[in-house]
């Protein structure tokens, strides 16, 4: 079993910054697949970034502004967001998978294990 965490969340105007984590525990491999995926109301739950030993995707609506990282010895994995924008905003979810299967791009119904999310709120 795998157990996340996400924090980071919150409102912020147009054009801020946001910084998510994702604080992975339990049975955790050395190599994993690692996403950030987001909800908004009445849409979809979208991959908008991954990452697999140092190689990263982004979904075209981010690229540019969002940027994922991991620190190992912390289990962690964070989404740095820039220049936020209003369609930024939803539901954000970390989940975790062991392989590089289904990781670029990110298919999020292969993935077994899921946060609770994150809200993210950008007011224009």
């Known amino acids: 079993q795998v157990h996340l965490v996400e924090s980071g969340g919150g409102s912020v105007q147009a054009g801020g910054s946001l910084r998510l984590s994702c604080a992975a525990s339990?049975?955790?491999?050395?190599?994993?697949?690692m996403v950030w995926s987001r909800q908004a109301p009445g849409k979809e739950r979208e991959g908008v970034a991954s990452?697999?030993?140092?190689?990263?995707y982004y979904a075209d609506s981010v690229k540019g502004r969002f940027t994922i990282s991991q620190d190992n010895a912390k289990n962690t994995v964070y989404l740095q967001m820039n220049s936020l924008k209003p369609e930024d905003t939803g539901m954000y979810y970390c989940?975790?998978?062991?392989?590089?299967?289904?990781?670029?791009?990110?298919?999020?119904?292969?993935?077994?294990?899921w946060g609770q999310g994150t809200q993210v709120t950008v007011s224009s």
């Open positions: 339990g049975n955790t491999g050395s190599s994993a697949c």
């Open positions: 989940a975790y998978r062991v392989s590089s299967t289904w990781c670029f791009p990110p298919r999020v119904g292969a993935f077994s294990y």
């Open positions: 990452i697999y030993i140092g190689s990263t």
